[in-house]
């Protein structure tokens, strides 16, 4: 389960590395999506380089998301140039909502089902519950799922996995309150928050404000752990949490560090955006 492997990871007393992919995917969504979304090859690896990512490891990443349709070249600014996909746009636009909790409207009480149709392929099926699990589903039944809030690529989810999906809105006969604690393993997320809590605590303690290459490079790595509990947070409205919600605590802290630590990160990555980087390699 990749709620408790979280959990043991954290408690172990270290953060683990960050692999090149999922930096860039980090770097698009909190950098590069209010930027156009799009970078120079060589912009990419001087911002990864402060988290351990070698240029060869950057530039495969790089041609693996293209394959999966999240990047595409774009020449127009001259030499190789990366922007994110309609796709990309999609994904990483509705999880700032659930990172940054912006999500607009409140809940109607109302739950979202989905049925999929049976898959085939053992890789089919889990890719799909995967998919599912990040955008905030829990399985019902074998071939149901349910979210508080709908996600609209649940279907491109599964049609491009050759599937089908049908989608309807209703209310259920168990208590809400009873029906989240349960399928999200609220206790077992409660858990994780608390350690996610203490180890960013010692993650951000010697980071200055100052310093923008260490600004960059602790706020990416508080973010990287953050984006972890998407796939185990659905992002729930408040009335079905716990009152005294240990995920409360955690996102004040995160949200305190996150705007502390931006003005200097952002620095940063302007510089790298530069087409000659940072002067002298000052900041690298």
Known sequence: MVLLGAARHLRCGRLGPVNARSALFDLYGDHLRSRDGRAPIAALVRLLAPLDSSAAAVRTAVSRMVRQQWLTPDR???????AMTSQAWRRLDQAAERIYRTRPGAWDETWHLVVIDPLSQRGSRQRVRSALAFLGYAPLAESTWIAAYASDEVGPVVSGEGGSSRAFRARSDEDPR????????LDELGVAYVDWLSQARTLTSGASADDDRTAFAVRSRLVHEWRKFLFTDPGLPRQLLPARWPGDEAARFFDAEAARLLPAASRFVDCCLQPTGPPNGALL
């Open 76 to 82: 127009t600014g001259g030499g190789a140039t990366y």
């Open 178 to 185: 009873r029906l989240a604690h349960r399928l999200w393993h």
